[in-house]
């Protein structure tokens, strides 16, 4: 059961002007299964992404790629010309299949589906966004996606946000999505979004599919570093068995439909808060991960304060949040938290004094400048380990820096559900 995560309300996702999703059954890998999902956008939308950092990508996250990179260039070339931008017009998901370890023949595919679509749409086919997850190394039914292709258009609607994040799913047991409204200069703008992911889970980029939308006027330059910051705040930050997927991508795009004055900026004002909007919505699509994460019980945060750096603090967050014997503890209940310390030693901090580090368990002080606190009682650390939302504090003392991590513990469900992952 996911930890504490409800289905989102749809009365409580608010539709992105220029921006309409079409669901359809492709039986991509099984009948009955609304498996295909369109996403449309409105001439002129920017779209921005980061992928997996795996080296084995799926053809689809290459294809992706390739045609943002194309959409950047011709951008660039559209400002010098005054000519219209041509930028990513459609979003193509399919679940079921990965299609990843299927070399030439996977990307001629993914390409396909492009084509079709774009045929359809009336567009060109490096305007269209292919994302795939699923089964990796089995060929990909690219006729059964075109063949559902005119269903998915004709159910194109600006609400349907939650069918959307319901036809993503793979090992999800619930849809992911979120959705808020702020002002900016006197005009309402929305940000929505949808992600999926529960196993496969290892930040950097994150091993999921996330998409989130906005209509917000913002400067197309400005899309890139907003992408990349509400990553690192927000995907780059959970882990649930520390596999990193061949298929990861998390998408932002702007319909610039809002009527607010452009965002030219994002550390002040309207750019702030619309950079702080955004995060948030992604923070709160990757949390859902983790409490929706396979055989998860509990939802754990570890945060490590105290660090020279914020990148040795996630260092640590990390060795933390991986290590199979501290998530098996926290499964079973058990304070052996000597896995923590153990953890905190072998993370790679080169220069770490043992003798500065603090550790708690949400209020309870287990260890003071690195050994046993006399007033600590296991009693007291297996009354937090029973909760189903854990803080991990440690504290390094020896620098101003501090970063979170958000994980959940490791059970005999999680084995199940890979074991019999393809049947």
């Known amino acids: 059961m996911p930890v504490n995560l409800q289905a989102p309300d749809p009365k409580q996702l608010f539709a ?16 009955n299964r609304r498996d295909l999902t369109l996403v449309v956008l409105a001439k002129g939308s920017s779209v921005a992404g980061v992928f997996t950092q795996n080296r084995f990508c799926a053809a689809p996250v290459q294809l992706c790629r390739l045609h943002l990179a194309r959409s950047a260039a011709s951008g660039s070339a559209s400002a010098a010309s005054a000519a219209p931008l041509a930028g990513p017009r459609a979003i193509l998901i ?37 994302f795939s997850t699923g089964v990796i190394m089995e060929t990909l039914p690219v006729d059964r996606i075109i063949a559902g292709l005119p269903a998915a258009l004709a159910d194109l609607q600006a609400d349907h946000w939650g069918e959307a994040a319901q036809a993503i799913m793979t090992t999800d047991t619930l849809p992911k999505a979120a959705s808020r409204q702020l002002q900016l200069g006197g005009k309402t703008v929305t940000i929505t979004g949808i992600s999926k992911g529960a196993g496969m889970i290892r930040p950097n980029m994150a091993t999921m599919l996330g998409f989130i939308a906005t ?41 610039h439909q809002a009527g607010n004055a452009p965002i030219t900026r994002l550390d002040a004002g309207d750019g702030a808060a619309l950079r702080d909007a955004v995060v948030a919505v992604a923070q709160q699509l990757a949390q859902a991960i983790v409490r929706d994460g396979e055989g998860a019980t509990k939802f754990i945060t570890v945060r490590v304060e105290g660090g020279k750096t914020p990148a040795e603090c996630r260092q640590v967050a990390y060795a933390i949040a991986h290590s199979p014997l501290v998530k098996t503890a926290f499964f079973a209940s058990d304070p052996n938290l000597g896995r923590i310390l153990a953890a905190v030693g072998y993370a790679g901090i080169d220069d770490l004094d043992q ?31 029973k909760q189903s939302e854990i803080t991990v504090r440690v504290d390094l003392h020896r620098g101003p820096e501090h970063s979170t991590v958000w994980t959940c513990d490791l059970s005999y469900d999680y084995v199940k559900i890979n074991a019999d992952y393809r049947s």
Do not use: W
């Not at 990965?98 to 030439?104: H, S, V, Y």
């Not at 006399?374 to 009693?379: G, I, L, S, T, V």
């Open 355 to 385: 003798t500065c580090i603090d550790l708690f368990l949400d209020d309870v002080l287990v260890v003071e400048h690195g050994g046993r606190h006399p007033d600590y009682r296991e009693e007291e650390g297996q009354r937090v380990m």
């Open 215 to 255: 209509d917000a006027a913002i400067a197309p330059a400005l899309m890139q570093a907003l992408v990349v910051d509400a990553a690192d705040e927000s995907f780059n930050r959970i882990t649930i068995d520390g596999d990193t997927s061949t298929n990861d991508s998390f998408v932002l795009i702007a319909t």
């Open 94 to 130: 399919n679940t079921g299949n990965a299609n990843a370890g299927t070399g030439e023949d996977g990307l001629a595919r993914a390409r396909a589906s492009c084509i079709a679509l774009a045929g359809l749409l009336k567009i060109e086919p490096e305007q269209v966004l292919p």
């Open 16 to 31: 992105v002007r220029g921006v309409s999703l079409g669901i359809a059954m492709a039986g991509v890998r099984k009948a």
